[in-house]
């Protein structure tokens, strides 16, 4: 923004503002799953609309009667195509991140099942998932009343 617009600080600002709500808004698409998002994963359409909305709504603002209360300034027809190149690269490089985290601990050895390198992967990546998890604390008693080991 500083050097390819030669922005001040209202426009610097308004740049940042679009530029960050757009990236930390589409990356919800890329750290939902392990598989390429839009291709191999689409999102729900709900999803996909309020990441959209957002996006859209951010764009405008600087360009409303808002913008002057939040120091804003109207944003240049040319941000925007830069800001899809920085979007297009910032989801580039979270997907050679995942691609990193995801790799194999180890290098597949002759005689290693692949079992165990999938259950290694998953127990890898149980602490940052949200699927079945075993409740904590004690048991419920069944259905008899008694208390289950």
């Not at 598989?35 to 359409?45: G, I, Q």
């Not at 909305?53 to 027809?77: D, N, R, S």
């Not at 050679?96 to 005689?111: D, V």
């Not at 990546?125 to 409740?135: D, E």
């Amino acid at each position: 923004m500083l050097w390819g617009f030669h922005a001040g600080p209202e426009l610097f600002r308004s740049g940042w503002f679009v530029e960050s709500l757009a990236t930390q808004t589409l990356v919800v698409f890329a750290i939902r799953t392990r598989k390429v998002p839009f291709f191999r994963s689409r999102p729900s359409l709900p999803l996909a609309l309020a990441a959209i909305g957002v996006v859209v709504v951010a764009a405008l603002i600087p360009a409303t009667p808002l913008a002057a209360p939040l120091g804003f300034a109207p944003l240049p027809g040319d941000f925007f195509a830069a800001l899809v190149v920085m979007v297009v690269a910032y989801l580039g490089l979270v997907e050679l991140g995942k691609l990193w985290f995801y790799r194999p601990a180890a290098p597949a050895r002759a005689g290693v099942p692949t079992s165990l390198t999938r259950r290694f992967l998953r127990r890898r990546a149980a602490r940052f998932s949200v699927g079945r998890q075993r409740p904590r604390g004690p048991r419920p008693p069944d259905a008899t009343g008694a208390a289950r080991v």
